[in-house]
């Protein structure tokens, strides 16, 4: 919805997409990746960018992403020839092992009207719910109930790593630190102890 709204205002519009529950160290090299996916979305109207944390243990908590030939001129951005689900400790060696392997971050970068064109072709009952909610944002109580529930990865970027749209997926490197903190328990080594097993920030 938000990018079908940009899109009718700015056909050529570049957004992203990014998470709420991640920790991401240093933010400047975060920035400076979101710099170089938000160039090859510009350039390149087909491209729908992820980004790859390149991987330092065999985790089995993350998908991976399947890296292609590098993009020349790209700087270290990959083709994606496959988003892989979250793998068993032996299969997770083995990506880790063989290098052509990053974490799957589930954030995007991409030109808003490419994201609904893929849509189109892909879920035309959802790219029709969204063109509903553009003409009419008062019927969202009644059209957003009956929308698909499904995940960008599952209904967009998957089938398209697989050509079954007219886009590629392509995949720049995250080099960094990279946490995605999925309870309470993973979020508590980042805060601050008291010395009495409370892991707290603020009052």
């Known amino acids: 919805w938000p990018a079908a709204l940009i899109a009718d205002k700015d056909p050529d519009a570049v957004i992203a997409t990014v998470t709420a529950d991640h920790i991401i160290r240093p933010v400047a090299d975060f920035r400076a990746a979101l710099d170089r996916a938000f160039s090859l979305a510009e350039q390149e109207s087909d491209a729908m960018v992820t980004f ?43 990506y880790l092992d063989s290098g052509e392997y990053w974490w799957n971050s589930g954030m995007f970068v991409w030109r808003a ?28 109580a009644e059209i957003y109930p009956r929308l698909e ?25 995250l080099d960094i630190q990279w946490y995605d903190v999925g309870s309470f328990e993973t979020l508590a080594p980042h805060l601050p102890d008291d010395r009495h097993g409370n892991h707290v920030r603020g009052l």
């Open 52 to 94: 790859g944390v390149v991987p330092t243990e065999p985790n089995t908590g993350y998908g991976y992403l399947h890296r292609g030939l590098r993009l020349p001129g790209g700087q270290g951005a990959c083709e994606v020839l496959e988003f892989a689900e979250k793998p068993s400790p032996e299969l997770a060696r083995r």
């Open 113 to 140: 009207a490419t994201l609904l064109d893929v849509l189109a072709e892909l879920r035309p009952t959802t790219r029709a719910a969204i063109d509903e909610l553009v003409a009419d944002p008062a019927r969202l």
């Open 149 to 173: 529930k499904i995940s960008v990865d599952f209904a967009v970027m998957e089938p398209v790593s697989r050509g079954r749209a007219d886009a590629r997926v392509v995949a720049v490197p």
